[in-house]
């Protein structure tokens, strides 16, 4: 009997670490517990502002999530995507994939301010970012998680590296797994993060090839986009990239299967390549998807940040400090 106890536990303990597998986060000194002397009411703060942009539109919670992805993949989570062009300063928000496509940049302002005004020249805009990011999430019935923090604000951006390391909705499934690799995150990382695509809408332009080129769709599906993205014009016409899009939950999976994923990046995980299984798993596993999109979101939030005496702590997110 005890030899059946001990096997079934050590079965247990197995099958607990494979679900885990892909979820090592690497940590950079990085706490949840950062500001807890120095800027205690910090996360009601943040929570009360996303709340508030949440209520007058829900869009907000995958606006303010894709910017911290942006942010994240361009020299790492520094906040450097919130600086504005100044003179000679160039910026990340004009690259390809940010300019008139990245938004939410007013609401992490009034989140600053209010900060500042608690706590002044203590919180980064970085560290802000990545809690608004989990906010919207939780806003919209996603499961909370721990968002480590200790971040600094870059006193640079790259403009370069914004249009060369977004990955791009017409990518396929190799360059996807090559780009998020590049960053730390794996195949499955990619498979899950790209569940942020719960919520949120695209604009036509992105989706258009697909919809009206593309053989691994259901025509249902793309005939019902094709009402609101026409063959030519209406380019920044919204459609939703799930069947639930101010709702975080496991329907975007479901909606790879049924092969009616918005974006070629979307439906490039379920097409017969490596990522089918984990897509399958979570279109069937609600509970699991919602506790693995946490800790993908805490491994990209420890992309190489800033910390110790790197960076600044801006007083506005939009500029460095003079």
Same mark, same amino acid.
Request: hydrophobic share 40%.
């Given at each position: 009997?005890?030899?059946?106890? @001990?096997?079934? +536990?050590?079965?247990?303990?197995?099958?607990?670490?494979? &679900?885990?597998?892909?979820?090592?986060?690497?940590?950079?000194?990085?706490?949840?517990?950062?500001?807890?002397?120095?800027?205690? *009411? #910090?996360? @009601?703060?943040?929570?009360?502002?996303?709340? +508030?942009?949440?209520?007058?539109?829900?869009?907000? !919670?995958?606006?303010?999530?894709?910017?911290?992805?942006?942010?994240?993949?361009? $020299?790492?989570?520094?906040?450097?995507?919130?600086?504005?062009?100044?003179?000679?300063?160039?910026?990340?928000?004009?690259?390809?994939?940010?300019?008139?496509?990245?938004?939410?940049?007013?609401?992490?302002?009034?989140?600053?301010?209010?900060?500042?005004?608690?706590?002044?020249?203590?919180?980064?805009?970085?560290?802000?970012?990545?809690?608004?990011?989990?906010?919207?999430?939780? #806003?919209?019935?996603?499961?909370?998680? $721990?968002?480590?923090?200790?971040?600094?604000?870059?006193?640079?951006?790259?403009?370069?590296?914004?249009?060369?390391?977004? %990955?791009?909705?017409?990518?396929?499934?190799?360059? &996807?797994?090559?780009?998020?690799?590049?960053?730390? &995150?794996?195949?499955?990382?990619?498979?899950?993060?790209?569940?942020?695509?719960?919520?949120?809408?695209?604009?036509?332009?992105?989706?258009? =090839?697909?919809?009206?080129?593309?053989?691994?769709?259901? %025509?249902?599906?793309?005939?019902?986009?094709?009402?609101?993205?026409? /063959?030519? !014009?209406?380019?920044?016409?919204?459609?939703? &990239?799930?069947? =639930?899009?101010?709702?975080?939950?496991? *329907?975007?999976?479901?909606?790879?299967?049924?092969?009616?994923?918005?974006?070629?990046?979307? $439906?490039?995980?379920?097409?017969?390549?490596? $990522?089918?299984?984990?897509?399958? =798993?979570?279109?069937?596993? %609600?509970?699991? /998807?919602?506790?693995?999109? !946490?800790?993908?979101?805490?491994?990209?939030?420890?992309?190489?940040?800033?910390?110790? =005496?790197?960076?600044?702590?801006?007083?506005?997110?939009?500029?460095?400090?003079?």
């Amino acid at each position: 009997m005890a030899s059946t106890t @001990t096997a079934s +536990q050590f079965f247990l303990v197995v099958s607990i670490i494979s &679900l885990l597998a892909c979820n090592s986060a690497n940590g950079h000194h990085l706490s949840p517990n950062f500001y807890a002397r120095t800027c205690s *009411n #910090l996360q @009601t703060i943040v929570r009360d502002v996303m709340r +508030q942009a949440v209520n007058k539109e829900k869009r907000m !919670g995958a606006s303010i999530l894709r910017l911290f992805f942006h942010d994240c993949f361009v $020299q790492g989570c520094d906040g450097s995507i919130l600086l504005d062009d100044k003179g000679s300063f160039k910026g990340e928000k004009n690259a390809i994939p940010n300019r008139n496509s990245v938004r939410g940049y007013e609401v992490i302002d009034a989140i600053k301010t209010r900060v500042e005004a608690a706590c002044k020249n203590t919180v980064s805009c970085a560290d802000i970012l990545a809690l608004a990011a989990r906010d919207g999430v939780v #806003l919209l019935g996603g499961q909370s998680w $721990q968002v480590p923090l200790g971040r600094r604000d870059s006193r640079t951006a790259s403009l370069n590296s914004a249009n060369s390391d977004l %990955p791009s909705p017409s990518a396929d499934l190799p360059t &996807l797994i090559s780009m998020f690799a590049a960053k730390g &995150l794996t195949a499955c990382d990619m498979t899950i993060l790209s569940g942020g695509h719960a919520i949120g809408f695209s604009q036509c332009s992105l989706f258009r =090839t697909r919809i009206y080129n593309e053989t691994n769709i259901d %025509p249902a599906f793309a005939t019902a986009r094709r009402a609101n993205c026409p /063959f030519s !014009g209406g380019d920044t016409n919204l459609g939703p &990239l799930d069947s =639930t899009p101010n709702r975080f939950d496991n *329907n975007y999976y479901q909606n790879l299967v049924a092969r009616r994923g918005l974006l070629h990046s979307d $439906q490039v995980l379920f097409n017969g390549g490596s $990522q089918d299984a984990t897509v399958r =798993t979570y279109s069937i596993n %609600p509970a699991a /998807f919602l506790r693995d999109f !946490g800790a993908a979101m805490v491994k990209m939030g420890n992309i190489s940040p800033l910390t110790g =005496t790197n960076g600044e702590i801006r007083r506005s997110c939009r500029v460095i400090n003079s």
